[in-house]
């Protein structure tokens, strides 16, 4: 099968697995407006309240954002499979996908790495915090997170396009790069190697949360000041990477490793996880627990609630 604009990619994982297509339908509906509200919610607070304008908070604004991006790239494929009969995606729209959903995930990861980055100055090094982490260095660490996820996205996609096929089933709800790639007639060692490649660069990215962590975890224990910080600005975070890391290596290592002969919901749920939560999580745990942003959102949705009275 060459690749034309006639490829129809069939998605195997949802329709095998949802039942009641109406009530998941109502239900992932429901979640993605949340989803999409919660972050717009955080991101305005932000953007409006200049006592905000931290660089810890225009970090987690960042997620907020990437959170949307992460959101949209599922949930309304999704909603328009549960409305058919079938779950067809052609070949532009598949490649189309994977672009974003591995941009998505890239930064994701790239900004909760910064963010150790910023927590460990911050805790470790507080009388230089404002000389190291300034504005501008908050602007190019934001512009190398979009820009690195982004070009390893477009490499990762155009080394997708130039495979020929000879399957068009994929057996995920959405199209990633290895389940295209093992559709491939012709050898894919050079996706392989790009695929270790960036592998190591993110697991490095892990090696620098865990150095950073173990600074910070050094620093709270000699200063109970220091254990406030952590517990309001650490935790949410570890929250976040910790179900961040755990669902994407279950992921890749069930996708490219794990048994084809298990139950597809499991693989559904396996994959699903850093997709759905992350987006949901982060607007929740930052909003909840970071008592500057509860009050500015309690104060703003107040003012609203008085100006519609």
């Known amino acids: 099968m060459g ?20 009530t998941y339908f109502i239900l992932i509906l429901l979640v ?55 779950s067809v995606t ?6 189309c996908q994977i ?38 260095k908050v602007m190019q660490l934001l ?16 080394l997708v396009a130039r495979l020929p096929l000879c399957g ?28 270790y490649i960036l592998i190591v660069f993110h697991v ?4 620098l949360i865990v150095i950073s962590y173990i600074h910070i975890v050094r620093a709270c224990v000699r200063s109970p000041k220091e254990r406030s910080k952590f517990m309001q600005t650490c935790l949410p975070h570890l929250i976040a990477l ?9 992921d890749l290592m069930y996708t490219r490793y794990g048994p084809t002969d298990r139950l597809q919901a499991l693989r559904n749920f396996m994959s699903l996880d850093y997709l759905i939560i992350p987006p949901l999580l982060n607007p929740l745990i930052y909003g909840l627990r970071l008592n500057q942003i509860r009050r500015k959102v309690f104060r703003i949705c107040s003012q609203k609630r008085h100006a519609l009275k």
């Not at 790239?110 to 507080?126: F, G, Q, S, V």
């Not at 910790?242 to 279950?250: D, K, M, P, S, Y």
Request: net charge negative; glycine share 2%.
């Open 99 to 136: 672009f974003f959903l591995y941009t998505y995930v890239f930064c994701e990861y790239t900004t909760l790495a910064i963010m150790a980055y910023d927590r460990y100055i911050a805790i470790c090094k507080p009388l230089n915090y404002h000389s190291i982490i300034t504005p501008r």
């Open 242 to 250: 910790t179900n961040n890391f755990v669902a994407l290596g279950f």
């Open 204 to 207: 490095s990215e892990a090696v």
């Open 32 to 86: 993605y407006l949340f989803t999409v509200l919660a972050n717009l919610t955080l991101i305005v607070t932000i953007i409006l309240e200049k006592t905000l304008h931290e660089p810890m908070l225009i970090f987690v604004c960042n997620l907020c954002v990437n959170g949307i991006l992460g959101a949209s790239i599922f949930y309304p494929k999704i909603l328009v499979d549960l409305s058919s009969d079938f």
């Open 90 to 95: 052609s070949y532009e729209a598949c490649l």
């Open 143 to 158: 512009l190398f997170t979009w820009l690195s996820s982004i070009c390893e996205s477009v490499v990762v996609a155009a």
């Open 3 to 22: 690749n034309s604009t006639e490829i129809l990619f069939i998605l195997q994982g949802l329709h095998e697995t949802v039942s009641s297509k109406h």
């Open 168 to 195: 068009f089933k994929i057996e995920k709800i959405y199209c990633t790069a290895w389940a295209v790639v093992k559709l491939s007639c012709v050898d894919t060692t050079i996706n392989n190697i790009y695929g």
